[in-house]
């Protein structure tokens, strides 16, 4: 097949050059409204995405084993070709939702998206606040590869899609024309999502598109002002317990849970949830879920 770029590799100098330009821009023109930049949480968020390059190279061996087994076991070829690359873009985008949603609702996929979602900012150096587990995410592209997705494509067009991402992490860009924001993903529907408010948890889970959430009732319009960051925040700027603070409490409920039913439900069930209050323990209430930010 072509060799094709890695698209992340290639904009890392763009990433950096707009997000120092956009600091500029709050020296230039503050705004009250806005949550701008701090020196502390800046750094964390540039350290996030420098270990997240490290990390994805280790991760990459296994997963690349899994998808090329996976793609030599299918009689089925999909070729790299001018309208052929757009088809797979879409159909990694119609994943990359589902993995979004998943890692939203599910605790243990949680605990790695978490990361992205632990500044209290929301700026363009927090597209680069990216988690250091992310071997979680490879199972919702299996049936890509099934289907005859060639691996080295499929790691172009998670590429790309990242890519995309990294502009609708803003609060300098305002609503878009009414067709732009009816199709794409962009900064006021991605502010939805990185906001800590009821109404806008788990919402706006879209890559490229936001027509997948039209279609699956994950959309919410900005109206408020988002609150960033997640409902219980971690306070802390240090580069390793963001990258681990969920796993360590999910390990804590693991050790005090009572029953396999309850370890169970603190891996699988939403970030939330708590076991219920039985009767030996005094009463039969079961804890509302604090859903995920």
Not at 83 to 105: C, E, K, N
Not at 133 to 138: A, I, Y
Not at 167 to 189: A, C, D, Q
Request: hydrophobic share 45%; charged share 15%.
């Amino acid at each position: 097949m072509p060799q094709l770029p890695d698209p992340v590799l290639w904009s890392i100098p763009a990433f950096l050059l707009l997000t120092i330009l956009e600091v500029v821009s709050y020296r230039i023109h503050p705004d009250e409204d806005a949550a701008g930049y701090t020196a502390k949480d800046t750094a964390t968020s540039l350290s996030m995405g420098l270990g997240s390059l490290l990390f994805d190279a280790t991760w990459k061996i296994p997963i690349v084993a899994i998808y090329t087994a996976v793609y030599e076991l299918t009689p089925l070829r999909v070729p790299v070709l001018w309208w052929t690359i757009p088809l797979m873009l879409l159909a990694q985008d119609f994943f990359y939702y589902w993995s979004h949603r998943g890692h939203h609702v599910v605790r243990i996929l949680w605990a790695c998206h978490v990361v992205h979602h632990s500044s209290r900012n929301f700026n363009l150096s927090t597209a680069l606040r990216q988690p250091w587990t992310t071997l979680t995410v490879w199972p919702f592209y299996l049936p890509m590869i099934a289907c005859g997705v060639h691996p080295a494509a499929l790691a172009f067009c998670s590429s790309a899609n990242l890519v995309y991402q990294f502009w609708v992490h803003t609060e300098r860009i305002g609503k878009l024309p009414r067709p732009v924001e009816f199709v794409l993903n962009t900064p006021s529907h991605h502010r939805v999502h990185h906001a800590s408010q009821g109404g806008y948890l788990d919402r706006n889970f879209g890559g490229i598109l936001i027509i997948w959430d039209r279609l699956f009732g994950s959309f919410v319009p900005e109206v408020e002002p988002p609150v960033y960051g997640l409902t219980k925040n971690i306070l802390t700027h240090n580069p390793l317990r963001v990258a681990t603070h969920e796993y360590a409490a999910i390990a804590q409920d693991l050790a005090a849970a009572r029953t396999w039913r309850d370890r169970v439900g603190h891996l699988l069930r939403g970030p939330g949830w708590r076991p219920p209050v039985r009767e030996t323990d005094g009463a039969t209430a079961v804890p509302a879920r604090e859903p995920a930010a």
